[in-house]
């Protein structure tokens, strides 16, 4: 048990968006779909909003980072929270080289880089930035998110392999069959996690003073949100437009913001969410939740776990109930005419699997317990 609700809220918040983020990676391997979710000319609400919700969770994990980097820089001098930093960052980069990659791919043929690589890259940036004061800090983290979109209009197929890596992403080819996937580029990640790092001293204030003040800043991120896309005045690459539809299309398409870089009202809007889910759970949740103070007590180990879980639970199915794998990124894969995206069966397979991802991980912390080992 917790014994700051403080850190309790931490880890409710850290569990709950690690259970969305695995409902997207669910709908990857179970409900492959043959368009994008968020393609408002193809796609339904139940789609979209199974596709929308998952958004909330790699900006609340940074910013989560950010803000855990400072709590625990409160018990360890500016040396040791560097090689922390420098550690923990290098073992996330090469976890997602690695295991993570291949996870995804049951392959090393090109690499992916993810919300993994980018948490560890920005975990090493902190590690020089925390030996600077607050303010200069926050300086630093409004430099890379709140232009950032200035620089959209510069991308292009033939960026820099430095530029893509940084702030357009994409692909950067290292040989005839080989490359990396850049699908989260670096600037307003880095950017985010200084944010983190500097909202850490709130959370050391009195409950009620915390609580407020976090309501407030969620209150204002949702108005500049709904103020500069209102008239997409600016802030993201994709204008919204209203809907013959109906009110709930043009709601779709009014909140269908652009996350492959993030924009800057992508991050308005899910931290606004974010930041007041932190607060009410501040507020509200009184002892553990037990799955999903145990998901977010142990991230790094659920995530390892899960991608490998689901990618071959799903090859499993497809294969009984299809005989073959759906895949409709690889155009010399047919598709049988049987095969029919569900909703259903990707919520089914959800549960099934934070069912099965509970049980693994209760045993994992139960042995980390038996051994005196500390678990991370």
């Known amino acids: 048990?917790?014994?700051?609700?403080?850190?309790?809220?931490?880890?409710?918040?850290?569990?709950?968006?690690?259970?969305?983020?695995?409902?997207?990676?669910?709908?990857?391997?179970?409900?492959?779909?043959?368009?994008?979710?968020?393609?408002?000319?193809?796609?339904?609400?139940?789609?979209?909003?199974?596709?929308w919700i998952t958004h909330l969770c790699a900006p609340t994990?940074?910013?989560?980072?950010?803000?855990?980097?400072?709590?625990?820089?409160?018990?360890?001098?500016?040396?040791?929270?560097?090689?922390?930093?420098?550690?923990?960052?290098?073992?996330?980069?090469?976890?997602?080289?690695?295991?993570?990659?291949?996870?995804?791919?049951?392959?090393?043929?090109?690499?992916?880089?993810?919300?993994?690589?980018?948490?560890?890259?920005?975990?090493?940036?902190?590690?020089?930035?925390?030996?600077?004061?607050r303010p200069v800090i926050l300086l630093v983290a409004a430099a890379l998110l709140l232009?950032?979109?200035?620089?959209?209009?510069?991308?292009?197929p033939d960026a820099t392999a430095m530029f893509k890596l940084w702030h357009q992403g994409g692909w950067i080819p290292l040989g005839d069959q080989f490359g990396i996937f850049v699908l989260y580029p670096l600037m307003p990640w880095v950017g985010l996690m200084a944010v983190g790092y500097c909202?850490?001293?709130?959370?050391?204030?009195?409950?009620?003073?915390?609580q407020q003040t976090l309501l407030l800043i969620s209150a204002l991120l949702m108005l500049?949100?709904?103020?500069?896309?209102s008239g997409n005045w600016y802030g993201d690459p994709d204008p919204w437009s209203p809907q013959a539809g109906g009110w709930l299309m043009s709601l779709m398409s009014f909140?269908?913001?652009?996350?492959?870089?993030?924009?800057?009202?992508?991050?308005?809007?899910?931290?606004?969410?974010?930041?007041?889910?932190?607060a009410l759970m501040d507020k509200y949740v009184k002892q553990e939740v037990p799955l999903l103070s145990l998901f977010g007590s142990h991230p790094l180990f659920f995530y390892c776990v899960h991608v490998m879980l689901i990618?071959?639970?799903?090859?499993?199915?497809?294969?009984?109930?299809?005989?073959?794998?759906?895949?409709?990124?690889?155009?010399?894969?047919?598709?049988?005419?049987?095969y029919h995206p569900s909703l259903v069966r990707c919520y089914l397979a959800w549960v099934f699997i934070m069912t099965l991802m509970y049980g693994i991980t209760h045993r994992w912390v139960a042995y980390l317990k038996e051994s005196g080992r500390i678990p991370y």
């Open 61 to 133: 994990f940074v910013l989560l980072a950010g803000i855990s980097a400072f709590l625990r820089s409160q018990h360890q001098d500016k040396w040791n929270m560097a090689r922390y930093l420098l550690s923990r960052g290098a073992l996330l980069i090469f976890l997602e080289l690695t295991w993570i990659n291949f996870s995804w791919q049951f392959s090393l043929d090109s690499l992916f880089l993810q919300v993994i690589w980018a948490l560890g890259v920005a975990m090493m940036v902190m590690a020089a930035l925390q030996c600077l004061p």
């Open 1 to 51: 048990m917790k014994t700051s609700n403080r850190l309790l809220a931490i880890d409710v918040l850290r569990g709950l968006v690690i259970v969305l983020m695995a409902l997207d990676h669910v709908r990857d391997f179970f409900a492959p779909t043959p368009f994008n979710p968020l393609d408002l000319t193809l796609t339904s609400p139940g789609w979209f909003w199974t596709r």
């Open 255 to 278: 909140v269908d913001i652009h996350k492959y870089p993030p924009s800057l009202l992508y991050l308005c809007v899910t931290l606004s969410i974010s930041l007041a889910l932190l």
């Open 199 to 210: 909202l850490g001293p709130l959370l050391l204030q009195p409950p009620a003073r915390r």
């Open 224 to 229: 500049s949100f709904i103020a500069l896309r």
């Open 311 to 338: 990618h071959v639970l799903g090859a499993i199915m497809m294969q009984l109930l299809f005989d073959q794998q759906i895949n409709f990124d690889d155009r010399r894969l047919g598709v049988p005419s049987t």
């Open 147 to 156: 232009p950032h979109n200035l620089l959209d209009s510069l991308h292009s």
